[in-house]
């Protein structure tokens, strides 16, 4: 089993619309999981953190955390062609350490 | 916004050669990362370093690869003899503290092997 699991996509989804996330994990006692994007040839960048079970907002992304079900999904809400990248999901393992996904490919149509 | 700043953007190297990347963490950052990305792969972790010296890596960071931070702003991956399955991206990244567990990227230097 994958410790970071992502659908790869892609995921198309309409401009102005919701685009929904997801991301499973296997380790039971992570506590700290975060969304990057990564636009074609760049670097991740930091979207969200997330920590306590429920839900996080900032702007137009909602993080959602469910440890009992060991997923954590994001929403983007009013979809832009800008958003049209590849998010991934990480989990600190330990201290110090991220675990990426594979990432899921986003394409925003307008 | 402060960022994370890496140099050179790419470097081209012969096998067996060596080869040093150099990252600018953000100023008040104290932890510092290197990742790396093989095309079309995830994103790997290598390496983490505290207060001058390494608190964690992977299986990937083997005897081959060092870091140093040499003075009080760079802070360098070293590769002494690179393998063609060294052709990366490779990230440095910084965190402020443990009150927070988040990471930020620098752009990235990609290295190909030759």
């Known amino acids: 089993q994958k410790e970071v699991e992502q659908n790869s996509g892609p995921l198309s989804v309409p401009e102005g619309a919701i685009a929904s996330l997801n991301c499973t994990y296997s380790d039971r006692v992570s506590q700290s999981f975060f969304w990057y994007r990564q636009y074609s040839g760049k670097s991740p960048e930091l979207i969200m953190s997330i920590y306590s079970n429920g839900d996080k907002e900032d702007g137009r992304f909602t993080a959602q955390l469910n440890k009992a079900s060991q997923y954590v999904s994001l929403l983007i809400r009013d979809s832009q062609p800008s958003d049209s990248a590849t998010y991934l999901c990480?989990?600190?393992?330990?201290?110090?350490?991220?675990?990426f996904g594979q990432g899921t490919r986003l394409t925003i149509n307008p | 916004e402060p960022e994370v700043t890496q140099t050179p953007s790419h470097q081209v190297t012969q096998m067996g050669q060596e080869v040093i990347l150099r990252c600018v963490p953000i100023?008040?950052?104290?932890?510092f990362y290197w990742y790396r990305q093989i095309l079309g792969q995830k994103v790997e972790f290598l390496v983490s370093?505290?207060?001058?010296?390494?608190?964690?890596k992977s299986e990937i960071f083997d005897d081959q690869f060092s870091v140093e931070r040499p003075d009080g702003s760079n802070f360098t991956l070293k590769i002494r003899s690179t393998k063609l399955e060294d052709s990366a991206m490779y990230f440095c990244?910084?965190?402020?503290?443990?009150?927070?567990?988040?990471?930020?990227f620098g752009p990235g230097t990609r290295l190909t092997v030759t």
């Open positions: 100023s008040n950052h104290l932890y």
């Open positions: 370093f505290y207060n001058n010296e390494i608190s964690e």
């Open positions: 990244a910084s965190g402020r503290d443990r009150s927070s567990y988040e990471q930020y």
């Open positions: 990480a989990v600190l393992k330990g201290a110090q350490k991220l675990v």
